[in-house]
């Protein structure tokens, strides 16, 4: 047995081993009160996955044939994604505003992790919103129709055709002689 510098070899992957479970039992010690945050945050994010699901599905249930199931948006890729990048992204926020709070700014009493994470969980409760009143008829409800009027409408971006073809133009209606007349625009 070949013995450098007091070490035996076979004492060098015993070494590395205790030396990577020691940093890693120190960053959970470290980071331990930011994990109910982190679960929050990523079923945020995967909620928001799913709802991007169901509104493929909607899509494709209201326009077969302009959306085809090979060019499906939401797809085992489109999630796989959201695991691969869009989680851990969000999680070092929370990690760095956790550093931030704990390391840098130790005498200001702002919860900076909270409000990462609150931040967070805001935008995917946003989209989650945009997702479910996307692609509705006027028989899902007034909820979905109000939120129609404030939130981005998701249902383009399935498939490459501008929503704005298939909706009806508005009719005005003028005042003609005690009579109203239909009067559509450009015409």
């Not at 945020?44 to 948006?73: C, G, M, N, S």
């Not at 992204?89 to 390391?103: Q, S, V």
């Not at 129609?148 to 508005?170: A, C, G, S, W, Y």
Request: positive net charge; hydrophobic residues 45%.
């Amino acid at each position: 047995m070949a013995v450098i510098g007091g070490f035996a070899m076979c004492n060098i992957p015993k070494l590395i081993f205790a030396l990577i479970g020691g940093a890693v039992g120190w960053l959970v010690e470290e980071f331990q009160p930011a994990f109910p945050l982190v679960i929050v945050a990523i079923v945020f994010i995967l909620y928001d996955a799913f709802t991007a699901y169901q509104l493929d599905k909607r899509v494709h249930v209201k326009y077969p044939d302009e959306t085809k199931r090979h060019e499906a948006k939401f797809t085992s890729f489109a999630f796989g994604k959201v695991i691969r990048h869009t989680i851990p992204k969000r999680l070092t926020l929370i990690f760095l505003a956790y550093l931030l709070e704990h390391w840098v700014f130790i005498h200001v009493a702002i919860p900076l992790s909270y409000v990462a994470t609150g931040v967070i969980c805001f935008e995917q409760l946003w989209s989650i919103l945009e997702n479910e009143s996307s692609c509705r008829s006027e028989e899902d409800g007034h909820f979905y129709k109000v939120l129609q009027k404030i939130m981005v409408d998701k249902t383009e971006r399935h498939f490459d055709v501008n929503l704005h073809d298939f909706k009806k133009k508005p009719v005005k209606r003028i005042r003609k002689e005690n009579n109203y007349e239909d009067f559509e625009k450009g015409k």
